[in-house]
């Protein structure tokens, strides 16, 4: 299939109410769960993303039975902690890397061999971060150069507890040892010194598993699983995906004289950076029907169109926004002065480059952006902002986050390709079109 291209011209003001699809990194890990326990989990709300669909595909090849119900509901029967079969075929993650990392925690601890495969732009993305200490608890990997995808893994037969701390705050690679230790007699332990997001922690308590957590001297937090243990099977339902709600949230704010409310957002504070950062920024943004449901916080957030000015957000606060910096940089275009994101290193190795992807397109349509190996400065457009075409490398969040730039900028913006949007937000185009903005396709270059 061909790319998809799409243009953004500028446009009226946004106004009206939306919720968005469930939040990916907790649907995931629904599916992976249930999965793992023994009898019956039903899921409302999950995220039926292309990310998503990979992990259902995934979790079938290791024995769970997963059916979509006809009121929308998602029904797993799970085969229990040990008890995954070996697949008989190579397992397909597509473009899903939370999915590829969490999943090769489970296979590390179970005794079977699998072969994991991904399209081109996870066979970029590194492993090695979760294959150190899967390694280090017994399990065997041929990856290729550099622990890319395509890689086998062998399961330990008997594997062994570690303590391992974390190298970059990283909720998949904390996610995969605490899954690997669920199979593992002993207490396997994660210290993390920056929290990243809670999810594994949150739902593997739902699922009846009691983790220990403990902060210590140094504030660093450590996470300790004593294996092998049992899941019980649950019923739960995914919040809204704060990720896809930043496109939103950042629209309405640049878009002149829009009011837009995205309801039921998930708003676990290890996930609300961006906000935060945008109200720095003085942006217009409450939340509303602040709420607890399933153990989460949740709420709806309206926006109205702000003046923001540039603020320089901290490297402490990117495990909590890590997905959110293409969609800020574009909020930092259209904001007075710089904006300063301080060790974003990690956006390096996201679906694409990030940190080259928003500043290549950031200058494609006038705007300033100086970029260093852990950092990124963007400086609001002082004269007019648009009229360029973006290359998005494969990644949802940059096609997204672009597409949102030509609705506030002067002359319409261009995405290469909007394919993979699919990955994390299917709806996304028919979200945007709800509030008022119109898309179109451009003209095909020599037609
Ligand atoms: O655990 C998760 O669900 C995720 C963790 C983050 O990755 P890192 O663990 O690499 O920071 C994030 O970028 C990703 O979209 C989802
Ligand atoms: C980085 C992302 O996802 P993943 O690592 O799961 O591919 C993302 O959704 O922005």
């Known amino acids: 299939m061909g790319s998809q291209p799409l243009t953004s011209p500028p446009s009226v003001p946004l106004k009206g109410r939306l919720s968005v699809p469930g939040d990916k990194s907790v649907s995931h890990r629904a599916i992976m769960l249930s999965a793992l326990a023994i009898g019956r989990s039903r899921v409302e709300g999950l995220l039926e993303s292309e990310d998503v669909l990979a992990t259902i595909g995934v979790m079938r090849a290791l024995g769970a039975t997963i059916e979509r119900l006809p009121d929308g509901a998602w029904q797993i029967d799970g085969v229990g902690v040990g008890a995954l079969l070996e697949p008989e075929t190579a397992l397909d993650f597509g473009n899903a890397g939370t999915s590829v990392r969490l999943t090769l925690g489970l296979l590390a601890s179970h005794p079977l061999v699998a072969t994991a495969i ?44 570690i303590t391992y701390e974390l190298p970059v705050p990283s909720a998949q690679i904390k996610s995969a040892v605490l899954l690997a230790g669920l199979n593992t007699p002993g207490t396997t332990t994660i210290i993390e010194p920056v929290a990243s997001r809670d999810h594994t922690e949150r739902l593997l308590a739902g699922f009846g598993v009691s983790l220990k957590t403990e902060t210590d001297a140094d504030g660093r937090r450590q996470i300790s699983v004593s294996g092998p243990v ?23 704010l640049i878009v002149p004289d829009s009011d837009v409310t995205v309801t039921d957002v998930l708003l676990n504070p290890t996930r609300t950076g961006l906000f935060d950062t945008l109200e720095e920024m003085g942006a217009d943004i409450a939340i509303e029907n602040d ?75 006038g705007v300033e952006v ?51 949007i699919a990955t994390s937000f299917p709806g996304f185009i028919a979200m945007m079109e709800k509030l008022g903005a119109r898309f179109s396709v451009p003209e095909a270059v020599g037609s």
């Open 370 to 420: 100086e970029t260093g190996e852990t950092w990124m400065a963007v400086t609001g457009r002082k004269g007019r902002a648009g009229g360029g075409s973006v290359a998005t490398h494969l990644d949802h969040r940059i096609a997204m986050s672009f597409l949102i730039m030509g609705l506030a900028a002067d002359e319409a913006v261009s995405v290469d390709d909007t394919r993979m």
């Open 291 to 365: 709420r607890i449901s399933g153990g989460e916080r949740i709420g709806d957030i309206r926006v109205r169109s702000s003046r923001l000015k540039g603020v320089t957000v901290p490297a402490s606060r990117a495990p909590s926004m890590i997905d959110e910096y293409p969609i800020l940089a574009i909020a930092a275009a259209f904001a007075e002065g710089t904006t300063r994101m301080e060790g974003v290193g990690e956006l390096r190795v996201k679906e694409a480059d990030r940190l080259e992807a928003v500043a290549d397109g950031l200058r494609a349509n």
């Open 230 to 252: 049992a899941l019980e099977p649950t019923d739960l339902t995914v919040p809204g995906d704060p990720s896809s709600a930043a496109f939103a949230v950042v629209a309405g």
């Open 118 to 161: 991904g399209d081109a732009s996870l066979s970029r993305r590194p492993m090695a971060r979760v294959l150190t200490p899967l390694k280090m608890m017994g399990a065997d990997v041929i990856a290729r150069s550099g622990d890319r995808l395509p890689l086998t893994i062998r399961g330990a037969r008997t594997p062994a507890p």
